[in-house]
Each structure stands twice: as C-alpha cells, then as structure tokens.
T-cell receptor, first 114, second 113 residues
C-alpha cells in the first residue's frame, strides 16, 4: 500500500502527558499537512511542510504543539502537557507540490485525553 | 469564522436519486475547490476537485458545479447508492500560498434502498 500512513491509529493518554504521532507520506510528495478534526466538524489546518521546512502554522497550534519533518520524508507531531480539549482525530495529508494540488489523507490518529 | 459554509447538515436520498450538497465562500482569493468523502473512522478521500476557470466538472457519477459570481459550488451525486452513505466535505484553498484547505462542516448523506 503506497498511501499515507499514520501511527498509532489510536492513543489514550492522561491529562498532562506528552504524546507523539507519526505520519509517513506518499513517496516523493514534497508537501505534508497536519489537520485536526473534532466530532461532527471538518478538518482544521494545523501546519504544513514543504520538504523539511515548516512554512506555516495555524493559530490553533499552541506552544504545546510542535511538528517536525527532519529529512523531508516522515513527520512527527508532538503535543506536550495534553489537555482534554486536545481530544480529536489528527490527520496527515501529503501532496506532490510542484503545481499539483490534490491532498491525500491518511487514516488519522484518534487521541483521547482522560 | 467559518471560511466555507456547507449545507445541508444531513441528507436522506432514495437509491437511484440525486444527492446535492452546497457550499459557499467569501474569500475571492480561493482558487481550488475539492470535495472529500469520509467514512466513520477513516480519513477523508478525495472525490473530485475544480478550479474557478471552469463551471462544471464531471467524474463518473460525481459532478461539481461552480458559480464564481455567486461564490458557490455544489456536488451532485447521480444515481445515488447505499454505498455512497458517508459524510461529504467541501473545501477551498489558495494554491499559491501553501494550499492549506479550509473545510466546510460536512454533510451526512444516507442513501436508503
């Protein structure tokens, strides 16, 4: 399967703990996006990378959130000191870039903060 | 502030009927409009997308109609099937500035046999 993969698929954590999610994009896709989706809502943009450079961050991305894409391939999203309001589906999408604008989403990581 | 407004919130259609979902936007800088289908517990899957230089795009049973002057676009699903039962999201983006998507709030479609 050459689609976008995310790990883990589900994460349950206690408030105050740190969590890290991983996203593996489609091979050779230059752009990688992170979105957050809460129940009954559409995905909301968090941040995106062009290769290894993080080019934009949403105001939704508080200081407790950090994302990396160290070698322009996989990406990680870390949430420090989790809060119950962080409970959501975290979605990763990749896009070829270079004039091709379709974004292909992974299955998401469902985070539950207790 | 919702950048893209989507309606209806839910839709029930008979098998074989036409499902129509509407979206509206305000930001005239938007120049890319995709539609996604999402099943419970899954990530969104790209259905079809349009750019504002065309008024209609068709792929199989799915058609996007785009009205630039009204700042509206819609998804038509012809010959709707029970397997089409899912949540549908419209989105909009500005291609030149990162292309991050602004999604609507979704439409839950149920196709009854």
């Amino acid at each position: 399967d050459t689609g976008v993969s995310q790990d883990p698929r589900h994460k349950i954590t206690k408030r105050g703990q740190n969590v890290t999610f991983r996203c593996d994009p489609i091979s050779e896709h230059n752009r990688l996006y992170w979105y957050r989706q809460t129940l009954g809502q559409g995905p909301e943009f968090l941040t995106y990378f062009q290769n290894e450079a993080q080019l934009e961050k949403s105001r939704l991305l508080s200081d407790r959130f950090s994302a990396e894409r160290p070698k322009g391939s996989f990406s990680t999203l870390e949430i420090q000191r989790t809060e119950q309001g962080d409970s959501a589906m975290y979605l990763c999408a990749s896009s070829p870039g270079q004039g091709v604008y379709e974004q292909y989403f992974g299955p998401g990581t469902r985070l539950t903060v207790t | 502030q919702q950048q893209v407004k989507q309606s209806p919130q839910s839709l029930i259609v008979q098998k074989g009927g036409i499902s129509i979902i509407n979206c509206a936007y305000e930001n005239t800088a938007f120049d890319y409009f995709p539609w996604y289908q999402q099943f419970p517990g899954k990530g969104p899957a790209l259905l079809i997308a349009i750019r504002p230089d065309v008024s209609e795009k068709k792929e199989g049973r799915f058609t996007i109609s785009f009205n630039k002057s009204a700042k509206q676009f819609s998804l038509h699903i012809m010959d709707s099937q029970p397997g089409d039962s899912a949540t549908y999201f419209c989105a909009a983006s500005i291609r030149a500035t990162g292309n991050q998507f602004y999604f609507g709030t979704g439409t839950s479609l149920t196709v009854i046999p």
